[in-house]
């Protein structure tokens, strides 16, 4: 899986606004595309809720996980972390 990081001091990140940016930056790089998965630091939320349940010890977080085996081609890492969405095209699905 591609890995974009975006990364700004100037900039108040907040779910909603990383969520939009993550959205514009992976149609750029996917054509038309759709989230998989995210992860909320901050909050300790991710979608699907409760995936990483199971993967306490393992190196891969469970939200990636779950991308990765259904697809996803992008992750998008905003902030170090504090928001990480994974996306995948939804060419096939058409």
């Known amino acids: 899986m591609k890995s974009i990081e975006i990364t700004s001091s ?3 990140w907040d779910f909603d606004s990383s969520k939009k940016l993550a959205d ?3 149609d750029a790089v996917l054509g038309e595309s759709v989230c998989m998965s995210w992860y909320d630091k901050a909050e300790d939320r991710e979608s699907p ?3 990483s349940e199971c993967h306490m010890d393992c190196d891969t977080p469970g939200y990636i996980d779950y991308a990765a085996s259904r697809g996803a081609e992008v992750k998008i890492d ?3 972390g504090a928001f990480v969405f994974c996306y995948r095209s939804v ?3 058409t």
């Open 10 to 12: 100037e900039i108040s």
């Open 24 to 26: 514009a930056v992976a």
């Open 49 to 51: 809720a409760h995936v």
């Open 78 to 80: 905003v902030n170090d």
């Open 91 to 93: 060419g096939e699905f």
